[in-house]
């Protein structure tokens, strides 16, 4: 929505379905991510699980509900301007599907010897893409300069992510905790120490900021960057128990 407004946003409801798709597709991936097959946790934004509050099947046909729901939502709220759903379709589908998209990060995670980039592109930077693409589409822009701005801050946020899973408890996360050292997961925490993702975290963000494209609201894109998502991700990192962090990182491993 940042996106849209700062080009101009000529079709605000466009928009705003675009951006309701990509919540209900990205609400469908927890909901799956949390399954015993994948990552076998109970608890997700304080609450437990759908598959632990009911049972695994309506677990798997509520994710794929709100998956169909996601493009049901795009289709109704484009009658206004037609010619854009092939391209928000599109958009979408790619940060979904494979080869690149949050299934294929999905699928990356039981594989041995995933790349960290490949995998954190895949598992969560595509959904920061599809943000931004979409955001471009439906204010009638191209797409394409704002990719890797989205691909760069969902890298930051899964580094966030994965510093928060080592690091925080249930009760500040909201969600089962040290699933990545359970399941052997690729970690930039395991990988890179609590100091080196801290560096990563900032080049990430420092590298988005500087990949805003000219367009209207560059400035107030790049601030938001600078200042606000740099804030959220490190409360989100910096737990009150992270002072115990580096003598965890040594004997996790570097691997």
């Given at each position: 929505m940042l996106v849209a407004e700062a080009l101009g946003d000529p079709e605000p409801r466009v928009t705003e379905a675009a951006a309701s798709a990509l919540e209900l597709v990205h609400c469908a991936s927890l909901v799956h991510d949390d399954l015993p097959c994948f990552d076998d946790a109970n608890l997700r934004r304080g609450r437990p699980t759908l598959h632990v509050a009911f049972d695994e099947?309506?677990?798997v046909l509520v994710g794929d509900a709100l998956i169909v729901m996601a493009f049901q939502t795009l289709a109704s709220a484009s009658t206004q301007q037609p010619e854009r759903l092939p391209l928000l379709v599109r958009a979408l589908a790619r940060g979904v599907g494979h080869p690149r998209g949050i299934i294929a990060g999905q699928a990356w995670e039981s594989q041995p010897g995933v790349s960290l980039l490949t995998y954190h592109s895949a598992k969560t930077a595509a959904l920061f893409e599809a943000a931004c693409a979409l955001g471009a589409i439906s204010a009638g822009a191209d797409p394409t300069p704002w990719r890797p701005v989205g691909e760069l801050l969902g890298r930051a946020y899964q580094v966030a992510d994965d510093m928060a899973d080592a690091t925080a408890s249930v009760e500040e996360t909201g969600k089962s905790?040290?699933?990545?050292?359970?399941?052997?997961?690729?970690?930039?925490?395991?990988?890179?120490?609590?100091?080196g993702c801290?560096?990563?975290?900032?080049?990430?963000?420092?590298?988005a900021s500087e990949a805003v494209p000219e367009c209207p609201g560059r400035e107030r894109v790049r601030t938001w960057l600078g200042e606000s998502t740099l804030?959220?991700?490190?409360?989100?990192?910096?737990?009150?128990?992270?002072?115990?962090?580096?003598?965890?990182?040594?004997?996790?491993?570097?691997?």
């Open positions: 099947p309506t677990a905790a040290g699933r990545d050292v359970a399941r052997g997961r690729p970690s930039a925490f395991r990988r890179l120490g609590l100091e801290h560096e990563l975290l900032d080049s990430l963000l420092a590298s804030g959220v991700l490190r409360l989100r990192s910096e737990a009150p128990n992270q002072r115990d962090a580096e003598p965890h990182a040594r004997a996790s491993g570097g691997d």
